[in-house]
């Protein structure tokens, strides 16, 4: 820290991303990235002709991309925001609904970012307890006072909430703002997008990193009523408005436009997953149950931190979080059938004792 760094900030405590270690190559499952590349047909529309035109500022409104969302889910372009990844479109939608008297309130266990966006922009933050069962307690979201941001499947856990449940949340909290953090629906949750044509106090969120393989290409979008996407629009038109650059912009076209490929990839996602937490269970592993890219994976007899590193030593990453808790469970991506098949032969050498 340098002495010029305002005292708002000495407490921050920022986001701390999974590792991406280069000393050597390892079975990546750590960052619920998608194991596939980005559909063929996003590829294709990247080619130099396209590299060639960066010398020009990218469309600020994304009008194509927006419209191509728009109609794939049966919206209006001006339903829909996006953003440099759906981090940037949740620090917007923060900043634009909380303030001083306006918490933020969230699960307890959840996405790690959301905590961290309120101490960077100093908004009040309510962290509400887990069920036993490490799942979401909506009822106790009712009466909080303050915006609510649920990621449903949720972060960390992987666990559903149903469509009738946000809309029971959306009833009671009609004066507030709920966020929908869907970044892992398409794995097999129910998506309340088509709540957004009666409750102008929801907004979904979404990203192109996990279902559609672009992780790296930065590209988040909101879908919520025309005017709760103005207040986000606001924001980014006051921050950065050229958020999703050109080449991204076009990704993003191609791979809504690939709709085979989506659906490929998700499915065999699905499988593994299925196939992983057999294999898992067999072994005796404890696994919450999941409808998201990831399994939260606990193995009796070691902590969370001993299974990461015993892993890792293995030359598997997966991730160790840091809730209290989380500590006896490790989270694993689901990648390809192969990788499961090394992991799970890992694990039976750790219960063994001969790793
Ligand atoms: N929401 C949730 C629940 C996530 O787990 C993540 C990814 N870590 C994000 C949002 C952010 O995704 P991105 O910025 O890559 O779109």
Not at 155 to 176: F, P, S, W, Y
Not at 187 to 192: H, N, V
Not at 268 to 273: F, S
Request: net charge neutral; proline share 4%.
């Amino acid at each position: 820290m340098s002495r010029f760094l305002d005292k708002r900030y000495y407490k921050l405590a920022p986001y701390v991303p999974g590792e991406q270690p280069q000393d050597k190559k390892y079975i990546k499952l750590n960052t619920n990235e998608s194991p596939f590349e980005p559909s063929p047909k996003v590829v294709k529309a990247l080619n130099s002709e396209e590299v060639k035109k960066l010398y020009l500022y990218n469309d600020p409104t994304a009008l194509d991309l927006r419209k191509t969302i728009a109609e794939y889910y049966g919206v209006k372009a001006e339903n829909v925001a996006v953003g440099n990844g759906s981090d940037e479109i949740l620090a917007f939608a923060f900043n634009a609904f909380c303030g001083k008297d306006t918490p933020m309130v969230c699960p307890k266990v959840s996405y790690g970012f959301y905590p961290v966006f309120c101490e960077m922009f100093s908004l009040p933050y309510v962290a509400v307890d887990m069920k036993e069962d490490l799942s979401i307690d909506v009822g106790k979201f009712y009466d909080a006072d303050g915006n609510v941001t649920i990621a449903n499947p949720n972060a960390q856990t992987g666990t559903l909430l149903d469509v009738n449940e946000i809309e029971k949340l959306l009833r009671r909290k009609k004066d507030n703002v709920v966020i929908v953090d869907e970044a892992y629906i398409d794995f097999g949750g129910e998506s309340c997008l088509p709540l957004i044509k009666m409750y102008d106090n929801l907004l979904v969120v979404r990203t192109f990193s996990k279902s559609r393989n672009m992780a790296g290409a930065r590209l988040g979008y909101a879908i919520g009523s025309k005017g709760i996407i103005e207040d986000v629009e606001k924001m980014k038109y006051s921050f950065n408005p050229y958020n999703v650059n050109r080449l991204t912009q076009l990704a993003g076209i191609e791979a809504i436009k690939d709709d085979d490929y989506f659906k490929f990839c998700t499915n065999y996602i699905k499988d593994v997953r299925e196939y992983t937490v057999n294999k898992l269970s067999e072994l005796g592993c404890e696994i919450v149950p999941s409808k998201a890219n990831f399994i939260l994976v606990k193995l009796n007899g070691t902590d969370g931190e001993n299974l990461y590193k015993k892993l890792k030593n293995e030359g598997i990453l997966v991730r160790f979080l840091s809730d209290a808790q989380l500590k006896d469970y490790v989270r694993i991506t689901i990648g390809k059938r192969e990788m499961t098949d090394i992991l799970v032969a890992k694990i039976k050498e750790i219960k063994r004792g001969l790793l």
